[in-house]
């Protein structure tokens, strides 16, 4: 150590020889020795590679030479192929490859283990990879610009993510298994094809920024008001914004169903000595209607109701609802008052400011 040099700067410096930047260097190959590159350290040493903005179409097996390596960029290199060797960084924390051309992961990406981000936007990918959901590290995965057309319930396993960002594909459907990511702090599914979101989406408790511009919803879960930590909504280019659709449907209920109704709204009592388990579980699936005036109950047959909640003063919103029968409705509708305080059930107005509709 120099004299007059402190601890803390003689291990900052340390740290900084470590890492090696190489981007846009016209490089069309990973170097296999680059300790003989400008006295640069052993590869075994290096924690942070940068590759980005280079020609290197296939990230070779010398890739692996790298053990201690942490970081990880090889954006904007026309990127087709990445070696299996890539298991073999069992240290690396982050792996940023968007903007190239993969289609694929080698299964031994599943041994990453430690990867806590992973960026593979913009590229052809047109699914998810089962290797991916191995990944229970992951708090962010950005998988935006591809081609995928479903998110797999198996995403359920990623229980660490805190951001996840799948804007600019092809999804029309988003499954309930996304909402039993708890820890989700940014959800961003805009340019896709959507019509329609999950109510498990009001367990996202921790949820602050959600986009969802650019696709083809009508309406919105109610629960959607009770994320209370909601901070920015996102919600131009959607039907809901530009045309209000109400729409009601509903289909009679069946002889079962209207036993269901039956029992549950007289308050009769039951147990387990007294119906079969797949009865005593019917049962307890049962719903209360949400119109505040009616003490009735569905279990299958609900109607899909549109109810316009005023946001932020300017606009009215359709937010879906589900009632127990076509008759409800109206009777609503006398019931209830149009104040803005009442439908948005105390949701914090300054909060609501921040909704993005145009």
């Known amino acids: 150590m120099e004299r007059g040099q402190t601890d803390g700067e003689r291990k900052r410096q340390e740290f900084e020889e470590y890492r090696l930047n190489l981007a846009h260097r016209s490089l069309d190959t990973l170097p296999d020795d680059v300790h003989v590159m400008n006295n640069l350290p052993d590869a075994y040493k290096i924690t942070s590679l940068n590759l980005a903005g280079n020609r290197v179409p296939v990230l070779p097996d010398s890739i692996s030479n790298f053990i201690n390596l942490k970081e990880l960029d090889v954006s904007g290199n026309g990127l087709a192929y990445i070696t299996p060797r890539i298991g073999d960084l069992r ?149 809901l914004v530009v045309r209000f659709v109400r729409d009601m449907t509903f289909n009679p209920p069946t002889l079962l169903e209207l036993s269901g109704r039956c029992i549950k709204n007289s308050g009769l009592k039951y147990s387990s000595q007294d119906l079969p388990s797949h009865l005593l579980q019917y049962l307890n699936s049962a719903r209360r209607c949400v119109n505040p005036c009616c003490k009735g109950v569905y279990f299958d047959a609900r109607v899909r109701h549109i109810k316009f909640v005023d946001f932020c003063g300017k606009y009215r919103l359709p937010l879906e609802q589900f009632l127990c029968s076509p008759h409800e409705g109206e009777r609503w509708e006398d019931y209830s008052s149009s104040s803005s305080e009442d439908e948005i059930d105390g949701f914090p107005r300054e909060r609501l400011r921040k909704v993005l509709l145009g």
């Open 91 to 239: 240290q690396l924390t982050s792996f940023v490859a968007k903007n190239n051309n993969l289609e694929d992961l080698p299964k031994e990406f599943s041994q990453l283990l430690a990867l806590e981000h992973l960026n593979l936007s913009g590229n052809r990918f047109d699914s998810f990879f089962p290797q991916m959901f191995e990944l229970v590290s992951l708090k962010t995965l950005l998988f935006g610009g591809n081609r995928v057309d479903v998110i797999p319930q198996d995403i359920k396993n990623l229980q660490r993510l805190e951001i996840l960002y799948l804007g600019g594909n092809q999804l029309s459907h988003v499954p309930n298994e996304l909402g039993t990511l708890r820890r989700l702090r940014a959800l961003n599914l805009c340019d896709n094809k959507i019509e329609s979101l999950p109510s498990t989406l009001v367990r996202l408790t921790y949820l602050q920024s959600l986009h969802l511009h650019n696709n083809r919803l009508t309406t919105l879960p109610v629960a959607l008001v009770k994320l209370r930590n909601l901070e920015e909504l996102s919600l131009r280019e959607n039907p």
